[in-house]
């Protein structure tokens, strides 16, 4: 076999799988305009890959989306999406239950990263989910949590990039020792809440999804501020946000036994 006598099969479900690494999830209708493929060809050729364990149907709505078994692919390869796959089942139960949206956001590079949330399987999902939009620490629900829970000598290093930070300062978080005081108190209470001046219409609650001192990722659950507090909030799905991140770190260690 040439490389003038390529295997045209194989060439097509590789180009679907490079088109499903573009994005955390990609519809048929997407698949379609980045490859040119018919429907019906990517229908199969996605079968395929979700049979050997590279892909996975998210929902008819949020379409496909690769796995963390592309790792057999290349040893050198840093793929985020093992929390993913242990995180959607659990998120999607909790929506399922209690019908609020869930996303899941990891810090890296010193900003929160969005990915993955339930919001397509949620009648009450208020907003665009933005999957790899990044956002400040400081300011968002899901980035104070982070910061209160992770490792003592992360949360230092974070801390001193974020400062001085004019914004900050209006919230009365001058320096480092006041932003140490207001994450213990993220602490004493179990969760965080988005942190601004601004009459938002919107509000986030987060937890961190932690095993011992390490924070894998954090669930934030957003709502409008019209329909409930946060303390509110807390009181209602506190513990059934607690009970998905126990059910998200529990799937991350089978999935550790196994390889």
Not at 86 to 101: L, Q
Not at 171 to 194: M, P
Not at 239 to 251: Q, S
Request: with cysteine.
């Amino acid at each position: 076999m040439t490389a003038e006598n390529p295997v045209e099969p194989v060439i097509r479900a590789l180009q679907v799988l490079e088109a499903l690494n573009r994005k955390p999830a990609s519809s048929l209708g997407e698949m379609h305009a980045v490859t040119g493929l018919p429907k019906p060809t990517l229908v199969r050729l996605l079968g395929t890959l979700i049979a050997a364990g590279y892909a996975t149907r998210i929902s008819s709505q949020a379409g496909y989306r690769i796995t963390g078994h592309v790792l057999a692919l290349s040893s050198g390869l840093r793929f985020i999406d093992r929390i993913v796959d242990a995180a959607v089942p659990a998120m999607s139960e909790f929506t399922r239950d209690h019908a609020w949206p869930l996303a899941l956001a990891k810090v890296r590079d010193g900003v929160v990263a969005l990915l993955h949330s339930t919001g397509s399987q949620s009648p009450f999902s208020f907003e665009r989910v933005g999957y790899n939009m990044t956002y400040q620490l400081m300011y968002t629900a899901m980035g104070q949590a982070h910061l209160a829970f992770c490792d003592g000598e992360e949360r230092k290093r974070l801390i001193r990039d974020l400062l001085p930070d004019p914004k900050l300062e209006l919230l009365g978080l001058r320096t480092v020792q006041s932003i140490d005081a207001h994450l213990a108190a993220v602490r004493r209470r179990g969760y965080a809440v988005t942190l601004t001046s601004r009459n938002l219409k919107l509000l986030g609650l987060a937890i961190p999804v932690r095993q011992g001192r390490q924070v894998h990722a954090c669930l934030v659950l957003r709502f409008p501020r019209s329909v409930m507090t946060p303390e509110q909030a807390a009181e209602r799905y506190l513990e059934p946000l607690n009970a998905t991140a126990r059910a998200i770190v529990k799937t991350l260690v089978a999935q550790d036994r196994v390889t």
